[in-house]
């Protein structure tokens, strides 16, 4: 763990026992609140950091998320089995998802494909202990003190960032994409509902914010905020041409032959063990395969326009 700000824990959740790709957030307060749990498969790696960290069972008051991908909220229901008074904090069309995960997990293994055992599964949450947040909605972490959910659709339509107010941190989830260490920020554009103009939309939104730190489920704090979302706003922008451009040209190939040409990942990343890693978790394959889907939904509403 490491502290990012006054009160804000880092904790790399180690999707598939790797250092580095996945990051929890523990915010202290006499209510404190665990932003983004990771994965099932770590739940039993988090619950002991935040046993190292002074948080005993009856302590957690929040488990929020930033969305329903099971890299980031798979380990929702172990957590709150461990944690019984904790309630969880989720964007509306995470809900039902949370009580009811059946169809979420299948979904997910669908897209993860042979990366699906890394992630593992998503346990029941009760029904009773689930808050639904609308954008703007706070979750107190003291008197004086609390958490803001910022509505930003893009990389999924539920997708929320979290402001930790007293420090500016800005826990941004997927919302600008990845950047792991040793190489440069990517958007992530997976299935099922990634939106490029409702992306480019909420990073202007966040700007307007101006947070004092920024950090990235995959992985930390980034140097500059304002460059980061500077950089993911360009990005978002030529995916967005390449989708549209390429699926014309030909399909799910077409697209990846344009992303090619308007945002190489090699080049851009520009590290290998970094691109490494991307392509063993598959997303760059995910990236073109939600490109693909963003871009077929557009033409249906040209067409119907
Ligand atoms: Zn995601």
Sequence with gaps: MTEIAPGVQLIDTQLGGRRGLTS???????QPALVDPGPETSAGL???ELHDL????DDLAWIVLTHIHLDHCGGTGALAAAFPRARVVVHERGARHLADPARLVAASHEVFGATAPLHGGLAATAAERIVVAPDGHRVPVNDDESLEMIATPGHARHHMSVLHQTSGVLIIGDAVGTQLKGGNLYPNTPP???DIVAGRHSITRL???RPALITLSHF???DDPEATLAEADDALERLGHAALEGYREGGRAGIAAAVDRYLPIDETIGDADVLALWRWMAWDQHNIAGLEI???RQEADKATA
């Design 54 to 57: 002074g948080v005993g069972p």
């Design 46 to 48: 988090l619950i002991g």
């Design 192 to 194: 099922s509902d990634v």
């Design 24 to 30: 929890a957030y523990l915010i202290a307060g006499t």
């Design 220 to 222: 930390g704090p980034t």
């Design 294 to 296: 963003w871009a077929q």
């Design 207 to 209: 700007g307007v914010r």
